[in-house]
C-alpha cells in the first residue's frame, strides 16, 4: 500500500525470494523514488543483504528523482555487476526504463572473466568488473600492461548455463604509437573511477594527485578535475604563463561554481544526508558516465543541469557553459563578451596524443610544465618554422594548431610566435 514509506530491503528480499530457476540470469531491476525508512535503514546492512548473491543476481537500480541515496544505489548495483541509473524530474521514466528492457531482454553470456597469457601483467583495468553481454552488445575493456610479444586473451562466461572459453592469439607491442587516442579512452575511465573512490570513501593526497596528473595529461575537462588543477598548480606556486586554465582562473564565479562541485563530492563521502539531492544525483549521474567512457560530443550537446551555486550537473561540458553565461549576469562579475560565451571545456585539444591547452590565441602543450633543459622562440611561417615541422608527421600536427603554439619536442620547449 502506498502509505508513504519506503521499505527498501522488504522490496529487494521478496524480489530475491522470488528466482526459481538457477540455469539462467537473474535480473532484478529495482525502481525507487525515496531513501529507506521502513525496516533495515542502515546502508552498510543493506548492501550486505541485497549483495549477498551476487554471482549470480544482477540488480539494476532506477532512482527516481532526487531524493533517493546515490550511494546506496550504486554500491549494490556494482557489487552485483549491474549498473544504476538516474531518472531526473524532467525526464520520462517510461523511455528509460524501455529503453533498458530492450537491452537486457536477451542475455548472452554471463560471469565473464578475463586472462592473459605469456609474460604480460594487465592492471587498472575497467570496467574493474565485467558486466554480463547482451544481444547487441559491444563490451569494450581498457587497461594497462607490463610485457610485450606474443601472448594470448582468454575470455570465459557461461552461455545458456554451460561455461564456455574463447582464446584469442594477440600481440603485445612493446611500443605502439598508431593509436594515440587509446590512452585518454583508458584515462577518462581512470579519473572517472578515482572521483568515484573520492565520492564514495572521501579524499586522499594520492587519489587527488592522479586525478590532476591524468586529467592534465589528457585533457580531460569537467568542472572537477578544473578545480583541482587550479588547485594544485596554486599550490605548486606555477609560473602564471604556464597554468592551463588561465582564463577560467580569472573568472572567478566559474571557479566557485566548479568549487561547489568537488565541495559536493566531498560532503556526500563525509555526511550520508549529502547522499541524497540534486548535487549527490548529478554526481553520481557524471562520474558514471566518465566511467563509462561517454561520447564526449555528446556531453557537450546535451542541455546543462548546472546552476552557477554548484548545483550537480550530469554533462560535464554543458555545466562548464552554464557556468560561464551565469557568471556574465552575475552582479558586479567581469565576465562578458567573449567569456560569456565561451564554453571552458573545448579549450582543450588532444593532438597525436597531447594535451593542448588554449588561454587567449595561444595552446600550449600540456607537459611545458615539466623541467625542460632548453627554451626556444621560433617565428610562425618562417624556414625554421617549417624545417620543424617537416622533422616528423607528429610535429606538423602539433604545430597545426595555429600561429601561438608552445609545445615539448624532445628536451626542448618551442615557443611559435608571429613575431
Not at 585518454?184 to 581512470?190: G, Q, S, V
Not at 575537462?221 to 587550479?230: E, H
Not at 582562473?249 to 541524497?276: I, W
Not at 557537450?300 to 554548484?310: E, K
Request: aromatic share 8%.
Amino acid at each position: 500500500k502506498p502509505t508513504g514509506g519506503t521499505a527498501i530491503d522488504d522490496a529487494l528480499t521478496t524480489a530475491l525470494k522470488s528466482r526459481q530457476e538457477k540455469d539462467r540470469p537473474f535480473i532484478v531491476v529495482f525502481l525507487t523514488d525515496g531513501a529507506p525508512t521502513i525496516g533495515t535503514t542502515n546502508e552498510d546492512e543493506l548492501v550486505k543483504r541485497a549483495t549477498k548473491h551476487a554471482d549470480d543476481v544482477r540488480i539494476f537500480c532506477f532512482g527516481i528523482g532526487n531524493d533517493v541515496n546515490t550511494h546506496l544505489l550504486d554500491r549494490i548495483a556494482d557489487g552485483t555487476r549491474a549498473v544504476s541509473n538516474y531518472v531526473l524530474p524532467d525526464e520520462d521514466i517510461e523511455v528509460k526504463v524501455s529503453s533498458f528492457y530492450n537491452k537486457v531482454k536477451e542475455p548472452v553470456m554471463t560471469d565473464l572473466h578475463v586472462a592473459f597469457g605469456g609474460g604480460v601483467r594487465a592492471t587498472q583495468l575497467y570496467p574493474a568488473k565485467l558486466p554480463d553481454l547482451f544481444k547487441g552488445d559491444t563490451l569494450l575493456l581498457f587497461g594497462r600492461y607490463k610485457g610485450d610479444g606474443a601472448s594470448s586473451v582468454k575470455i570465459t562466461g557461461n552461455v545458456e548455463g554451460k561455461e564456455r572459453e574463447f582464446t584469442e592469439d594477440v600481440k603485445f607491442s612493446d611500443e605502439d604509437t598508431k593509436h594515440a587516442f587509446i590512452p585518454r579512452l583508458w584515462a577518462t575511465r581512470r579519473v572517472g573511477w578515482l572521483l568515484d573512490q573520492i565520492r564514495m570513501h572521501g579524499e586522499s593526497k594520492e587519489l587527488k594527485d592522479e586525478v590532476v596528473e591524468l586529467a592534465r595529461k589528457h585533457g580531460i575537462v569537467t568542472p572537477y578535475t578544473a578545480y583541482l588543477i587550479i588547485e594544485d598548480e596554486s599550490r605548486r606556486n606555477v609560473p602564471e604563463l604556464s597554468r592551463t586554465f588561465r582564463e577560467l582562473e580569472g573568472d572567478r564565479v566559474a571557479v566557485d561554481a566548479a568549487k561547489g562541485f568537488y565541495d559536493s563530492t566531498l560532503a556526500e563521502a563525509a555526511t550520508p544526508a549529502q547522499r541524497q539531492g540534486e548535487k549527490a544525483v548529478g554526481n553520481a549521474t557524471e562520474y558514471n558516465r566518465l566511467k563509462l567512457g561517454a561520447n564526449e560530443q555528446q556531453i557537450a550537446a546535451a542541455p546543462a543541469t548546472a546552476t552557477v551555486n554548484g548545483a550537480g550537473a550530469s554533462r560535464y561540458g554543458g555545466a562548464f557553459d552554464a557556468m560561464s553565461k551565469s557568471a556574465a549576469t552575475m552582479p558586479g562579475a567581469d565576465v562578458t563578451g567573449y567569456r560569456a560565451q565561451r564554453n571552458y571545456g573545448q579549450q582543450a585539444r588532444v593532438v597525436n596524443g597531447k594535451a593542448f591547452y588554449q588561454n587567449g590565441n595561444t595552446w600550449t602543450d600540456a607537459d611545458a610544465q615539466k623541467q625542460t633543459t632548453k627554451r626556444q622562440r621560433v617565428r610562425f611561417n618562417s624556414d625554421e618554422y617549417f624545417q620543424l615541422a617537416r622533422a616528423n608527421a607528429a610535429n606538423a600536427q602539433w604545430l597545426s594548431l595555429g600561429n601561438e603554439v608552445d609545445v615539448v619536442i624532445g628536451d626542448t620547449l618551442y615557443e611559435i610566435r608571429d613575431n
